[in-house]
């Protein structure tokens, strides 16, 4: 698995705020929706079905995400100072309608 920078845009009414997570999975894709699934207010509400953003809270939240490998001589110090979150694809599959949007 890889270790990935997932960049999150958070869109909440007229404002917009980014955050960034650290994610070990097998994908750019998995990377993207695990760091979605963690930021959200309720995951098992999680709208997926859109095609650019995902939502939360009935669209009150916005989220959309952007993962860049990180080079693996890099994740040793990464770990130190950052959690590095393991996706976890039952949760994912868990979450609002991701299953049949996939």
């Known amino acids: 698995m890889n270790v990935y920078k997932v960049t ?3 869109i909440i009414g007229e ?7 650290f994610v070990r999975a097998s994908c ?7 760091a979605i699934y963690l930021e959200s ?3 098992e509400k999680l709208d997926w079905s859109e095609d650019k953003f ?4 009935y669209g009150e939240f916005a989220y959309q995400a952007s993962a860049e490998k ?3 001589s890099d994740i040793g110090t990464l770990d130190r ?3 590095i979150y393991r ?13 049949s949007s996939q």
């Open 8 to 10: 999150l845009s958070i």
């Open 15 to 21: 404002y917009e705020k980014t955050t960034t997570t």
């Open 28 to 34: 750019f894709k998995l990377a993207n929706d695990y």
């Open 41 to 43: 207010h309720t995951p």
């Open 54 to 57: 995902v939502l939360d809270l």
């Open 70 to 72: 990180v080079k693996h």
């Open 81 to 83: 100072y950052f959690p």
């Open 87 to 99: 996706c976890d694809e039952t949760k994912l599959i868990n979450s609002g309608n991701y299953a």
